[in-house]
């Protein structure tokens, strides 16, 4: 059974950073892609970052210069380390896993395997 269960979540100012981490279990971080999403309130799910097998990244235009995916894999453990964050930041953010992934993608769709968040509020 696969489980991923995001943590690092919480309450910053505008300019500060958290780091976001998905630990996944029954599922190896190194297969596919494993991508970060986010979701503001009444909005639709968003892909955030994504990184392949080859540990290729791609970013969502808003996030990049400020966000960086990476995983390790003696942990098998995701990441998403976020500075310089700003309130549009705010959000339930889900790491998610597509088995048959090359590239990155950003996609809600093309995702398997899904956590159930961890909430992410910056405040101005």
């Known amino acids: 059974q696969v489980q991923l269960v995001e943590s690092g979540g919480g309450s910053v100012q505008t300019g500060g950073s958290l780091r976001l981490s998905c630990a996944a279990t029954?599922?190896?971080?190194?297969?596919?892609?494993m991508t970060w999403f986010r979701q503001a309130t009444g909005k639709e799910r968003e892909g955030v970052a994504s990184?392949?097998?080859?540990?290729?990244?791609t970013y969502t235009n808003s996030v990049k210069a400020r966000f960086t995916i990476s995983r390790d894999i003696t942990k098998n453990t995701l990441f998403l380390q976020m500075n310089s964050l700003k309130p549009k930041d705010t959000g339930l953010y889900y790491c998610?896993?597509?088995?048959?992934?090359?590239?990155?993608?950003?996609?809600?769709?093309?995702?398997?395997?899904w956590g159930k968040g961890t909430l992410v509020t910056i405040s101005s």
């Open positions: 990184i392949d097998s080859g540990l290729r990244t």
């Open positions: 998610a896993a597509a088995r048959w992934c090359i590239g990155g993608d950003l996609r809600p769709t093309s995702m398997n395997y």
């Open positions: 029954g599922y190896t971080v190194s297969v596919g892609c």
